[in-house]
């Protein structure tokens, strides 16, 4: 299968410590591919080498056949890359409508204009309404992000990726924080990406049982190294998985 | 009831300009009229510097030297070439040209690094523009500046005072034009959080640049207008105390709403002016930093978000009543 993106022994060192460490990765397109491994592992890491927040100190990504690896993170966005942040990172002072609207207007390519007809801003609106109902928080529109509760917070932050309408969606443990009860409908929303076909989705999760039946693929990272990838089915077999990652660090996580 | 409350404040702009066109039919005091066109002046400077500071969270230590670049554009070309109208245009455009050159130059060369690189390096250009006013002689006689003539037109007082105000409404609008749109928003994500402005695809420094080339022009215009008001410039519109103006008028006012402004741009004046009356009763009040300090002090601690920005708030609280013990807004 063609891959939409691929990584060729990317590798990051922070004074010495290498947090990331020659991982050679392939994604293929459409595909639902999840990464996971205790804390620490060097997940979110590996998604800031991807979206371009750091620079790798050694190694290559490829997106959609292009070198990207010293491209800017806004340039890789237009490239119809998205990501969204473990630690909640959305505009404090901005409503919660105008966060979305934001990534609205960022993805129809609307970026210096000066004067913009009222009916395109109102479709931006409806279109971020749109976004904001799909994870339960139009009812928060006119609220200050800021004034959010965690959970909400989480679900902005899913509403303003699937806003950018990237190609590949990197969510970084999207589930965390939210509570139990809306898990499932977050989940939801992620199969239903899934099922339009249309979209590669590289999701990092903490706690591998959340999202077994949703990936294609897993790929397990453990101390910054790749360290298996498969079928769920497989990584849950792999015995190297089950020692280094299941045994003892998964109960203490969850 | 609370429609009729916010149907007076939607009005309450509309009687305060037509009460300031009217003034000049009530008293037409040369100084009154120079005062009121002064802070006509100094409002729409005090919006430009919200631009940077309110919309963008841009620090800037020099502003002023955009608003001198448009006054000494004005003396010079008026004293040494002519005084018609068109010359009048061609200074203008020149004070405009030049400003949006340095401003450009600046933001180019900093606002890709951290902040405070841009705060030093205005600061610094406008050294090296104080300098130059000073130093070179033979255009600027130096320190002590030159008075110069102005087109006949504008030499009314009563003229001018409308001329200024068509002046501050004009850009009142189109910098709240501005503001709100879809460029002006993805500011306002910026000073928020530049990092996930540029995660959602925007090249964060080409904004920057932007806004800090349009808030130079627009400062070098008022700075023009400043010196067709005192038809006479000096290097004190290049001084740290025109960049300290802007500043203490925006944040008394109230940043990111621009019409703080003309709030702040009206007190500054008006505390400036009884000051210097004041200084005839007793010598402390020349130290007017002072005083303005104080005010400073007063305002910060009264209205935490400046006297446009606690009213904003507060006309929300009222819409949505939430009662104003629950102040989660305000530091304290
Ligand atoms: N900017 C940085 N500078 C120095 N060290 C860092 C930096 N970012 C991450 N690290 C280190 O790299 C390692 C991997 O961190 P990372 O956040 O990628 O883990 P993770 O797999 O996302 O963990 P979690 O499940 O807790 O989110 C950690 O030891 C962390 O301390
Ligand atoms: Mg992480």
């Known amino acids: 299968m063609e891959s939409i993106l691929k990584t060729r022994e990317l590798t990051i060192d922070f004074g010495g410590q290498a947090a990331v460490s020659g991982v050679s990765l392939e994604v293929p397109k459409h595909q639902f591919q999840s990464i996971i491994g205790p804390n620490g592992a060097g997940k979110t890491t590996l998604f800031n080498l991807l979206s371009g927040q750091l620079q790798p100190t050694h190694g290559t990504i490829l997106f959609k056949e292009t070198d990207i690896t010293h491209l800017s993170p806004p340039l890789r966005t237009r490239m119809g890359m998205g990501r969204s942040f473990q630690i909640t990172n959305v505009f404090p002072n901005l409503t919660v409508l105008e966060n979305v609207r934001l990534a609205v207007q960022s993805s129809a390519g609307v970026r210096f204009n000066f004067f913009s007809a009222l009916s395109r801003f109102k479709q931006f609106e409806e279109e971020a309404v749109h976004y904001l109902k799909s994870v339960m928080l139009d009812g928060k529109r006119d609220s200050l992000a800021k004034h959010l509760a965690h959970g909400e917070k989480r679900k902005l932050e899913i509403a303003m990726l699937l806003a950018l309408k990237p190609e590949l969606l990197l969510l970084d443990e999207p589930t965390a924080g939210i509570s139990i009860e809306e898990v499932p409908a977050i989940l939801d929303v992620l199969r239903g990406i899934k099922e339009q076909g249309d979209k590669t989705i590289l999701l990092i999760e903490h706690k591998m049982d959340m999202v077994l039946d949703l990936s294609d693929s897993v790929t397990v990272l453990f101390n910054g190294k790749l360290l298996a990838s498969g079928s769920p089915q497989d990584i849950m077999n792999n015995e190297l998985v089950q020692s280094a990652y299941l045994g003892g660090l998964y109960d203490d996580a969850s | ?332």
């Open chain 2, 1 to 332: 009831m609370r429609m009729i409350s916010r149907y007076t404040i939607g009005l309450l702009p509309i009687v305060i300009i037509m009460l300031l066109a009217a003034y000049p039919f009530m008293n037409d005091s040369r100084s009154t009229l120079i005062l009121l066109s002064k802070i006509f002046i100094f409002a729409v400077f005090a919006m430009s510097y919200d631009l940077l500071l309110g919309y963008t969270g841009i620090v800037s230590f020099g502003h002023a030297m955009f608003f001198g670049i448009g006054a000494y554009a004005i003396g010079i070309v008026m004293y040494k070439i002519g005084d018609s109208m068109g010359m009048l245009l061609l200074a203008l455009l020149i004070g405009v040209v030049l400003a949006a050159i340095v401003s450009y130059i600046v933001g180019i060369l900093t606002l890709r690094l951290q902040s405070h690189f841009y705060a030093m390096l205005t600061l610094a250009f406008a050294g090296l523009f104080t300098v130059l006013a000073e130093k070179w002689r033979s255009i600027t006689k130096g320190n002590d500046g030159f008075p110069f003539p102005i087109p006949d037109f504008f030499r009314d007082r009563t003229t001018f005072y409308y001329f200024a105000l068509v002046f501050m409404i004009l850009f009142f609008l189109l910098l709240r034009r501005f503001t709100k749109s879809p460029l002006g928003r993805v500011l306002q994500a910026i000073r928020e959080n530049e990092q996930r402005t540029a995660s959602l695809g925007y090249q964060v420094v080409h904004y920057k640049v932007i806004v800090s080339v349009v808030a130079g022009v627009v400062a070098a215009l008022c700075g023009g207008m400043y010196g067709m008001t005192l038809r006479f410039v000096n290097t004190s519109v290049f001084s740290m105390n025109t960049t300290l103006d802007a500043l203490l008028m925006t944040i008394i006012g109230g940043i990111g709403t621009l019409y703080g402004g003309v709030i702040g741009a009206a007190l500054i004046e008006l505390a400036h002016e009884l000051l210097t009356s004041l200084a005839k009763v007793h010598p402390i009040f020349e130290r007017w930093i002072i005083f303005f300090g104080l005010l400073y002090i007063l305002v910060v601690m009264v209205f935490p978000l400046g006297i446009a920005g606690t009213f904003k708030l507060w006309l929300k609280r009222k819409k949505t009543s939430i009662p104003l013990g629950k102040r989660d807004d305000v530091p304290w």
